[in-house]
């Protein structure tokens, strides 16, 4: 065989095998591997905040003539895990004079507006939704007389919200009566460090056993800026409405699991104080060896925020 005849197919061979490599081995493209499945999971499911909103930039400028129009463009991100229907989240402007900026500006607008629904994050949008909100005026003219007008517009979103943890606990129903060496595991306080993608988040559940029942002590937080409401209060008009005491800091629940009923105190609602409220809840065990169970805590609550931003409305030169 001649030296030519050797080297084509040489070159053959090494042409198939890497047809036959690439064919058969190729590289799993980003995002379909478990860690990267895993990880993106754990971004949609923790995180302290919910709703964000923020002014774009220019969108009200600081100074505007009073024959020009007012316009203020407002970001809205669903930062949480939980989606955001039309009937679920409102925005609103206040502080101003409605006799001076007119067309509306103070009327209330739907969060989801344009978008339907403003979807929370998830494992295949770890960002979450977002869209813009305008509130325009084009009436602006100043009294007689008055020259300048500075109103400091408050910007108000409230929405509803739901929290959802599955903290993994150890029961053991013959806690006293049997040794280690029986046990797959050993009842202990389980923490919840970093929230579950909502402004409320479980922050620890103790578990103690006493008798033959399962105690569970399950701390609740505020963790973002803003203040929880009743999840009775009207969002629509929450900027303006008159909320009292009963509309503040109520964060309603339900606790499940899989082993019957739980009794679990306070009953329908948690208030909470400077930020923090407990709910205790206890189970009868059966007479079994200890196990892991999840538990299934679903908190509900309105939230209200708000920033401020100041204008100054000036009277056109004539």
Not at 28 to 44: E, H, I
Not at 258 to 278: A, E, H, M, T
């Amino acid at each position: 065989m001649n030296g030519a005849l050797k080297r084509g197919l040489l070159i053959s061979v090494l042409i198939f095998s890497s047809l036959f490599l690439f064919s058969c081995g190729g590289t799993v493209p980003a995002g379909q591997t478990p860690v990267d499945t895993a990880t993106a999971l754990k971004m949609a499911n923790t995180g302290t905040q919910g709703l964000e909103i923020s002014l774009v930039t220019n969108y009200p400028p600081a100074l505007i003539y009073d024959d020009n129009e007012l316009v203020a463009l407002v970001q809205v991100n669903n930062k949480g895990n939980h989606d955001l229907k039309p009937q679920d989240c409102f925005i609103q402007v206040t502080g101003f004079d409605s006799n001076i900026v007119k067309n509306g500006f103070n009327m209330y607008h739907p969060c989801a507006e344009g978008v339907g629904t403003l979807e929370g994050k998830n494992e295949y949008n770890t960002l979450g939704g977002s869209t813009q909100i305008e509130f325009r005026s084009t009436d602006n003219r100043l009294p007689a007389g008055v020259f300048e007008y500075n109103p400091t517009l408050n910007f108000v979103a409230c929405y509803n919200y739901h929290t959802i943890a599955n903290p993994v606990v150890c029961v053991d129903p013959l806690f006293y009566q049997v040794t280690s060496q029986q046990k797959t595991c050993i009842p202990h306080d389980v923490g919840m460090g970093g929230g579950q993608a909502a402004p409320v988040g479980v922050t620890n559940v103790g578990v103690d056993m006493v008798g033959s029942k399962a105690i569970f002590e399950i701390g609740i937080q505020n963790y973002a800026v803003g203040r929880v409401l009743s999840s009775y209060a009207d969002l629509r008009n929450c900027g303006q409405a008159s909320l009292t005491y009963t509309d503040l800091d109520q964060v309603y629940y339900t606790v499940a699991w899989s082993g019957g009923p739980l009794d679990c105190k306070p009953r329908d609602f948690v208030r909470l104080v400077n930020n923090y409220g407990k709910i205790v809840c206890s189970a009868a065990l059966p007479n079994s060896a200890a196990f892991e169970t999840p538990l299934m805590i679903d908190l509900d609550y309105n939230y209200i925020q708000s920033f401020t931003k100041q204008v100054k409305i000036v009277r056109t030169p004539q």
